[in-house]
């Protein structure tokens, strides 16, 4: 059984920064993806941003592309979102999610692909 868990969420002021981190554990993988989702109060979930490590090519959402970005470290099973110029609307609890096994690119921002899942990082957007 693989064990997700993300770290990093917090107070941060509209146009600011943050980073998040996420880490999956338990056994080895030679070809997975990792992604980010979120979900507000009262809002679906929403896809956020994902990166296979076989390519190490992103997928962002409109949302938050130019603003985030996603990197993996290809000999760990782990991924960074940095999340950058912060909207009140970015405000959620992040998921990360993580698929241990091949995937067309097109299909990273279906929640129902992956197979693992933390249990959520806060992000709070307050002055």
């Known amino acids: 059984q693989v064990q997700v868990l993300e770290s990093g969420g917090g107070l941060v002021q509209p146009g600011g920064s943050l980073r998040l981190s996420c880490t999956a554990s338990?056994?080895?993988?030679?070809?997975?993806?990792m992604a980010w989702f979120r979900q507000a109060p009262g809002k679906e979930r929403e896809f956020v941003a994902a990166?296979?490590?076989?390519?190490?090519?992103?997928y962002y959402s409109n949302s938050v592309k130019g603003r985030f970005t996603i990197s993996r470290d290809r000999n760990k099973l782990s991924n960074q979102l940095q999340m950058n110029n912060v909207k009140p609307d970015d405000a959620a609890q992040y998921y990360c999610?993580?698929?241990?096994?091949?995937?067309?690119?097109?299909?990273?921002?279906?929640?129902?692909?992956?197979?693992?899942w933390g249990q959520g990082t806060q992000v709070t957007v307050s002055s």
């Open positions: 338990g056994r080895t993988f030679s070809d997975y993806s």
């Open positions: 990166i296979r490590n076989s390519d190490g090519t992103p």
């Open positions: 999610a993580f698929r241990g096994s091949r995937i067309a690119f097109g299909s990273l921002p279906q929640s129902d692909v992956y197979d693992y």
